[in-house]
């Protein structure tokens, strides 16, 4: 039903490149291919060996030279004309903003991708446009606005027989189940995720099931080390293709494993590690989530109650600028967790 997973980003001299190969081979091999085509005065393939370069920085969490690289593509591509490739370029700036938290720029580049994919038929720029939206959409906790588009994109996937996307739209729609308390319908979404990247040989979308498995057997189960053991085998893959953003979460996501099962030294630990992993990055979203593991881990540990409320209220006003409604409503229940809503009402 699905064929081998592909990588569109990669493209021109770049296609023969593998949704699976190394970060780091990415961007030696698009970077020398950037630099010919700016010697040869070829716009159109700068953009799109550009548009690669970029994407290798995002991935690898160096985001000053993704912000000036996705931007140097859509420049290229507008010398050349070429409505995809500005679209290209649009896209892994909004998936880039995203990543640093600027919601609201992520949503509008992506639109404006969107919108150029559409116009320029490209077909496949606009589905991953849309599938940002949507993605940008769930991580602010709007379940309501884009759940619709997530089966849309999901059902459009699964007709094409486009194995990443459909594994992509997976994942995301059993994220918006888990975090509704869904855990059964989640945890199979996860495992089809799963099953769909390993048969097509994407290494990547399984490592994400893989962690949204473990998430749930840790939550819904209470098993540890069945989660652990799933949590280490995507940490393989995650380093083997330096996928750094990625092995951020997992160490987050062990440090939830770890918090969950009382072991919270253990999880204080993870928290830190996945913490500071975080910040080297400039990944807002992936920081608060590890920040606040760390301060419930360091409550359980003795930290004082006071100082306890004062982490917590000053994480709450990190996340209202940033607009995760979702995280905004983790930290209300870390307060009811530690009894600190008394606090709260009298700081008001």
């Not at 639109?111 to 496949?124: F, K, N, P, S, T």
């Not at 979404?189 to 473990?214: N, P, S």
């Amino acid at each position: 039903m699905y064929g081998k997973a592909f990588a569109p980003e990669y493209q021109g001299s770049l296609t023969t490149l593998s949704v699976n190969s190394s970060l780091v081979d990415v961007l030696a091999a698009a970077t020398e291919q950037l630099r010919a085509a700016e010697r040869g005065g070829s716009p159109a393939e700068a953009a799109r060996a550009g548009l690669a370069v970029a994407e290798a920085h995002r991935r690898l969490g160096q985001v000053d030279e993704a912000d000036r690289e996705w931007k140097a593509s859509y420049r290229a591509a507008r010398a050349a004309g070429d409505l995809g490739a500005m679209a290209w370029a649009l896209w892994s700036g909004g998936t880039l903003a995203r990543q640093r938290g600027a919601l609201a720029l992520a949503w509008r580049l992506l639109g404006l991708a969107a919108d150029l994919g559409e116009r320029g038929g490209d077909i496949v720029v606009r589905g991953y446009s849309l599938a940002g939206m949507a993605e940008t959409g769930r991580i602010q906790g709007d379940y309501e606005a884009v759940g619709e588009l997530h089966e849309k994109l999901l059902a459009e996937a699964r007709k094409r027989g486009e194995a990443r996307h459909t594994v992509w739209a997976l994942e995301g729609i059993a994220q918006m189940h888990r975090n509704t308390g869904s855990y059964d319908s989640a945890y199979a979404m996860f495992e089809e995720a799963a099953g769909i990247a390993a048969q097509a040989d994407d290494r990547r979308g399984h490592a994400w099931a893989l962690r949204g498995m473990a998430d749930i057997i840790s939550v819904r189960d209470g098993d540890a080390e069945r989660a652990l053991k799933l949590l280490s085998e995507a940490e393989l893959t995650c380093r083997e293709m330096n996928l750094v953003s990625a092995l951020a979460y997992n160490h987050k996501m062990r440090g939830n494993v770890f918090y969950r099962a009382s072991r919270y030294e253990e999880a204080r630990a993870m928290y830190q590690q996945a913490w500071d992993e975080f910040r080297g990055m400039s990944e807002p979203r992936g920081e608060a989530l590890a920040r606040l593991g760390l301060i419930k881990s360091r409550a359980r540990l003795g930290r004082d109650r006071d100082r306890t409320a004062e982490d917590l209220s000053e994480l709450a006003a990190v996340l209202e600028r940033i607009g995760l409604r979702h995280v905004r409503r983790m930290v209300e229940r870390a307060r009811e967790e530690f009894g600190l809503t008394e606090a709260l009402e009298v700081a008001r």
